[in-house]
């Protein structure tokens, strides 16, 4: 039990569980259920899904379809008030990129079993520019951008093989799978310590000889950002 044997009396209860919840939604990104929260912090499970379902309502945590609870992106919100802005210090790393290979620069963030787009930069010289709207969202597990964040978590049994593809060789590549003719390369990006973003370029599929080199760019942008946001 997290329940401590003395609790100071100026202390908040209900509050001081709903950040033992989040604490505890923390330790995995897996999840848990309403019944192992209620156990972790020493409570019925009735409090515990109504400290859960307050947290999902404010963005802080997220039920995922098997109805386990994982850290939602409002935290990561909360988080980067009182750290650095992850999309501040991205946005003229990733408009430096866009402008010199020529591409459309991307940044995503996890939340639960999706991805949201936070940031996109579109090359302005491009005869063909492609664009990702701000605060889309999508599977984790489909197109680059979800797949690279996924590479930077252990294994689950299940995952996609370019999933395993992408851990081995420390970026992902996709074509086609959010926009037909066009490729997707992303690496994750670590807040914390955690592959909770990844950063990514879009260019047309025509361009696929340039993977290798772009994807080089993509690695390094990727570790600059964590980084800063360690």
Do not use: C, W
């Not at 992850?86 to 991805?115: F, K």
């Not at 690496?187 to 772009?214: F, K, N």
């Amino acid at each position: 039990m997290a329940q401590d044997a003395k609790v100071p009396t100026e202390i908040a209860q209900t509050l001081d569980r709903g950040l033992q919840v989040l604490e505890f939604l923390g330790s995995s990104v897996n999840g848990f259920t309403a019944t192992e929260v209620a156990q972790q912090i020493g409570v019925h499970r009735s409090i515990a899904a109504r400290l859960l379902a307050t947290l999902a309502n404010r963005k802080f945590a997220t039920r995922l379809a098997d109805g386990r609870y994982v850290i939602g992106t409002g935290l990561f919100s909360l988080a980067r008030m009182v750290s650095r802005d992850l999309v501040s210090v991205a946005t003229p790393m990733l408009r430096d990129a866009t402008e010199r290979v020529v591409a459309t620069s991307v940044l995503h963030v996890a939340d639960g079993d999706e991805v949201v787009t936070v940031l996109s930069i579109e090359p302005p010289s491009a005869n063909f520019r492609v664009g990702m709207r701000v605060g889309a969202r999508g599977p984790l597990d489909l197109a680059a951008h979800g797949i690279a964040i996924l590479a930077g978590r252990p294994s689950l049994p299940g995952e996609r093989p370019e999933v395993a593809q992408a851990r081995e060789r420390g970026y992902a590549v996709t074509t086609g799978e959010v926009v037909p003719g066009y490729t997707g390369l992303s690496a994750p990006v670590y807040v914390g310590g955690e592959a909770t973003a990844s950063v990514g370029l879009v260019i047309p599929a025509s361009r696929g000889v340039e993977v290798p080199e772009l994807a080089v760019e993509v690695v390094k942008l990727a570790q600059a950002l964590s980084v800063a946001n360690g």
